[in-house]
């Protein structure tokens, strides 16, 4: 005689397969809810910080730096 393990007749290995994927969302849940309470890797930058990086690089010159730090100390 044959048993067929449930209604549509899948098995056994459906519902090893069912359990392996809610393992697997539970594990994926743990891990994303430590890594959104874990301490940043990098401190956010302030916006004259990033100012001042960009004039060391020399990505902007004196003159525009000195324009855009008044304008953030005016705002």
Partial sequence: ???TYGPF?????????LA???LIIIIWLI???FRKTGTP?????TA???????YA???I???????RKETLKNS
């Fill in 31 to 33: 891990i994303r809810a």
């Fill in 61 to 67: 010159d004196k003159k525009e730096f000195e324009e």
């Fill in 41 to 45: 890797s990098e401190p956010k930058k």
């Fill in 20 to 22: 392996i994927v809610l």
């Fill in 9 to 17: 007749g899948w098995g056994m290995g459906f519902t090893w397969f």
């Fill in 48 to 54: 004259i910080a990033i100012l001042e990086e960009r």
């Fill in 1 to 3: 005689m044959y048993h």
């Fill in 57 to 59: 690089k020399g990505e």
